[in-house]
């Protein structure tokens, strides 16, 4: 079955950086686009990135961009989040999601369990 | 950046009961649509993609309507499963985005 589990969370101080990874099994990884959505403590969902599955194109939403950067490797099945200059407003559950398109520009149709990142001195 | 705007923010409702959420958005957006549910604590699980196809598994009381900009998610009998928190999103043009959500009460 399709298993997605992301790590990395943690307490950070603003300014410093995190990488979180996911781990993905039960499909074949390299042909679909991932996606990193968070989820700020009793708020609504954020979509952060994308990677398209071969990790030629990728997109950002504004509040990230240039601090975070997507990437994946598809012989280890995972994706990952480089998360730099942390800031307060970043405290959330960041969650990996399939798209179920290998260009990333379609629905969400599968979520790991999150991991918490909580930025604060 | 395309805006998505969810209506009610939140409603009561009863087992059994027909409940219709809506979802406009800031510009057209063809069919690009889904619908997400939330149960507290848990991760996000698709129920609608494509502003009307059911995800496989999820159960047929749960339908999707609309196009361009203007989605209705209705769950024509409600389940005690049923109350939590739904989201739409936009998938017509990055960066994606999401509804503010809808908690489903119990009344």
């Known amino acids: 079955q399709v298993q997605l589990v992301e790590s990395g969370g943690g307490a950070v101080q603003p300014g410093r950086s995190l990488r979180l990874s996911c781990a993905a099994s039960?499909?074949?990884?390299?042909?679909?686009?991932m996606h990193w959505v968070r989820q700020a403590p009793g708020k609504g969902l954020e979509w952060m990135a994308v990677m398209s599955s071969d990790g030629s194109n990728e997109y950002y939403a504004d509040s990230v961009k240039g601090r975070f950067t997507i990437s994946r490797d598809n012989s280890k099945n995972t994706l990952y989040l480089q998360m730099n200059s942390l800031r307060a407003e970043d405290t959330a559950v960041y969650y990996c999601?399939?798209?179920?398109?290998?260009?990333?520009?379609?629905?969400?149709?599968?979520w790991g369990q999150g991991t918490l990142v909580t930025v604060s001195s | 950046d395309i805006q998505m705007t969810q209506s009610p923010s939140s409603v009561s409702a009863s087992v059994g009961d027909r409940v219709s959420i809506t979802c406009r958005a800031s510009q057209g957006i063809n069919s690009w649509l889904a619908w997400y549910q939330q149960q507290p604590g848990k991760a996000p699980k698709l129920l609608i993609y494509a502003g009307s196809s059911l995800q496989s598994g999820v159960p047929s009381r749960f339908s999707g309507s609309g196009s361009g900009t203007d989605f209705t998610l209705t769950i024509s009998s409600l389940q005690p499963e049923d109350f939590a928190t739904y989201f739409c999103q936009q998938s017509n043009s990055f960066p994606f985005t999401f509804g503010q959500g809808t908690r489903l009460e119990i009344k």
């Open positions: 999601a399939k798209d179920d398109d290998g260009s990333g520009n379609s629905q969400l149709g599968f």
């Open positions: 039960g499909f074949t990884f390299s042909i679909y686009g």
